[in-house]
DNA sequence: TTGCGTTGCGTACAATTGTACGCATATCAT
DNA sequence: ATGATATGCGTACAATTGTACGCAACGCAA
């Protein structure tokens, strides 16, 4: 079976919002998403039915009102959506990613540190390690694995 | 003016193997990107055109074969694409991108040394971030070329 | 010279994406 | 009550994207 499709530009971009604001009418992820850019009513509404649609979402009616609640996390999807700009731009590799983020300006100074605090904490958790048993400090996730 | 249009997913793909190979045929794209996807030749014609169409390369007939070059650097196209996803994806900030790709164990040891590196040039160029605030730390660093 | 494979080029077409209309209700302020 | 407003829901439709067919011309091997 086809593996769960890949939400469009515009879809992510409502899933966030319901990321942001938790569970949520249409309303409030319209106004959230509005104050930035320019978008209708109807469009917020029907980028959240196809969210649902392809599973990414939830509803459910509450009295005359739906309630949008986001069903995946965004870590997964934000994973399955770098990993496949990843792909595409640089062949899989992150670090020309990386590289490209740090250098063309869009970390400011304050980050740097915490930055650093990241390679830290993942130097000293792959000291001595195989490739691929690589653990993150802090969250407790499940490594990465060959999809398709 | 209007603003350049976005590559699509698949054509990125193929700006990427003519980045990658430089002036090119149909057939050598098609031989890269074949390589790791599936794709037919004619779809990669396709999408030689459309790169052309949008702007992003350019052609001329070498006897009965058509070259494409690339028209764009790749830095400008992968700004402007990350930089869409970031907005979409993290309201602007690139950061959460960063500490995703860092803490998602796509970043080898090897790597982590070359991160290491360029955040204490990124450091030492930054620092005078805001006015007023001149607080040089590091020996002379090569400067950051503002590029665009 | 006769094919056969290759490429250019025009064209096609289904799927997806972005955007939204319109109607039937439901609700609220007067 | 009544009209203004908001929302759900079905539906629509143009633009973009992904994918490819088919033909004509070209060049190489037999």
Chains 1, 2 share one sequence.
Do not use: C
């Not at 930035?36 to 509404?45: L, P």
């Amino acid at each position: 079976m086809k593996k769960s499709q890949a939400l469009s530009k515009g879809e992510l971009e409502i899933a966030r919002a319901l990321w942001d604001i938790g569970p949520a009418t249409v309303r409030q992820i319209y106004d959230q998403t509005s104050a930035t850019r320019d978008i209708d009513f109807a469009t917020v509404q029907t980028y959240l039915r196809r969210l649902e649609l392809k599973g990414y979402a939830s509803s459910k009616l509450a009295g005359r009102l739906r309630i949008y609640s986001a069903k995946t996390k965004p870590q997964a999807v934000i994973r399955d959506t770098v990993d496949d700009l990843v792909q595409r731009l640089f062949g899989g590799s992150a670090m020309p990613l990386v590289r490209h983020l740090i250098e063309d300006g869009d970390i400011s100074r304050q980050e740097i540190a915490e930055l650093r605090k990241l390679i830290d904490d993942l130097e000293s958790s792959k000291t001595d390690d195989f490739p691929g048993a690589a653990k993150v400090s802090g969250g407790g996730k499940s490594p990465k694995e060959p999809k398709s």
